[in-house]
């Protein structure tokens, strides 16, 4: 067992609301795209090498390092277009 919890989603519901939304802009030109969006992945654990090694284990199927932003956090992330897929490392006392 890992030390670190990714919270993760259901990955065919997640995929099929990117398509209905998609579905939805392509047919209501008149309804406004915002300039970029973000979606994340977050892992959760209690110390930092742990955290480090959750990013980690998702940036590597995207080809990403991990980096330490600093006060324990860790990021990696990819952009396609205006659009930024991400994971980040979020320490115990920063969590809501």
Known sequence: MSDYVIRSGD???????LRELIDFLTANPA????????VAVVVDASDS???RAGVASVAAPLGLP???IGRGYFSARR????ISYGVVGVPPEERL
Request: hydrophobic share 50%; net charge neutral.
């Open 11 to 17: 990955r065919a519901a997640f995929l099929a609301g």
């Open 31 to 38: 309804v406004l795209v915002p300039r970029s969006a973000s």
């Open 49 to 51: 090498d742990a955290r």
């Open 66 to 68: 991990v980096q330490d």
């Open 79 to 82: 952009d396609f277009g205006p």
